[in-house]
C-alpha cells in the first residue's frame, strides 16, 4: 500500500476540525490543486462547497477515498474518522478482527459478555462483533445482542459463527475466520476497490486518480 507523507501540518488543523481543504487533500496525495479539481469534477470524491465556492472534504469522506484507491491513511485522519468497533470474544477473535479490518481502526476488546454491556452503557460502540461460539455458554446470544442495541440503535452488529444460528434481523453473520467477508461487510468501499492501480501518469481523460503532478490548477 502507498505510504502518504506524514509532513502535512496544515492538513492537521482540518482534520481536528474534521474539514478538509483541497490544498490538505492535494498535499496528502502528493498531486497539484488542478488534479483534485479534475477528481471533484468527475465525481471521485464527496465534496461540498463554502458560501464563498471554497472546497470543503469532510474528514471520513477523505480517510474513504484514500482507502478505496490504495493509499495508507495517517494515523491522525484514521483516529479522527474511524469508527469505534468492540470485540467480544477471546483474545484470538479480537487478533482475527484487527487483522482482517486493518491499521488505524480503534477496537476495543471485552473478553466477557458482562463487560461489554458495562462498555456499552458508558460509551457505546459504533460496531459489535461477538464470537458467539466463546459468549454462547456465558449469555444468551439473542439477548445480548438486543441489549446492546439497545445502547445503540444505529450500530452495526456481527456476529461470528460458522454455524446457521437465530438471529434478530439487525444482526449479519459471517464465518468465525472469513477476514475478508468480515472487511467486506464492515469496510465494503475499502474491500472493494482495496489495491486497485493508481496511474503513474494519468492522461487528462484518465478516470482514475493518478499519482503524478499536473501543471497549474486554482488555489483554492
Not at 505510504?3 to 483541497?22: C, D, H, I, N, Y
Not at 479539481?37 to 471554497?54: K, M, Q
Not at 474513504?64 to 474518522?81: C, D, H, I, M, Q
Amino acid at each position: 500500500m502507498r505510504q502518504v507523507p506524514f509532513a502535512w501540518s496544515s492538513a492537521m488543523a482540518g482534520v481536528r476540525e474534521k474539514l478538509l481543504t483541497a490544498s490538505d487533500l492535494a498535499a496528502l496525495c502528493e498531486v497539484d490543486l488542478k488534479t483534485i479539481h479534475n477528481w471533484v469534477d468527475r465525481g471521485r470524491i464527496a465534496h461540498f462547497r463554502t458560501p464563498g465556492r471554497h472546497l470543503r472534504f469532510k474528514a471520513a469522506d477523505v480517510a474513504e477515498f484514500l482507502r478505496a484507491w490504495g493509499y495508507s491513511v495517517p494515523r491522525e485522519l484514521a483516529k479522527a474518522t474511524s469508527k469505534s468497533m468492540m470485540v467480544i470474544g477471546t483474545k484470538d477473535t479480537m487478533t482475527h478482527a484487527a487483522r482482517s479490518l486493518g491499521e488505524g481502526v480503534p477496537i476495543r476488546h471485552a473478553s466477557h459478555p458482562y463487560d461489554a454491556l458495562i462498555f456499552a452503557g458508558a460509551d457505546p460502540a459504533d460496531v459489535y462483533i461477538i464470537d458467539v461460539r466463546a459468549v454462547s455458554s456465558d449469555v444468551d446470544v439473542t439477548s445480548l445482542f438486543e441489549a446492546l442495541h439497545r445502547a445503540n440503535s444505529q450500530g452495526t452488529f456481527v456476529a461470528l459463527s460458522d454455524e446457521p444460528i437465530s438471529l434478530p434481523t439487525f444482526v449479519g453473520r459471517i464465518g468465525r475466520n472469513d477476514a475478508q467477508q468480515l472487511k467486506a461487510f464492515l469496510m465494503p468501499e475499502a474491500a472493494a476497490q482495496a489495491g486497485a492501480p493508481l496511474q503513474a501518469a494519468a492522461g487528462a481523460g484518465s478516470e482514475e486518480p493518478p499519482r503524478s503532478l499536473a501543471a497549474g490548477g486554482s488555489s483554492r
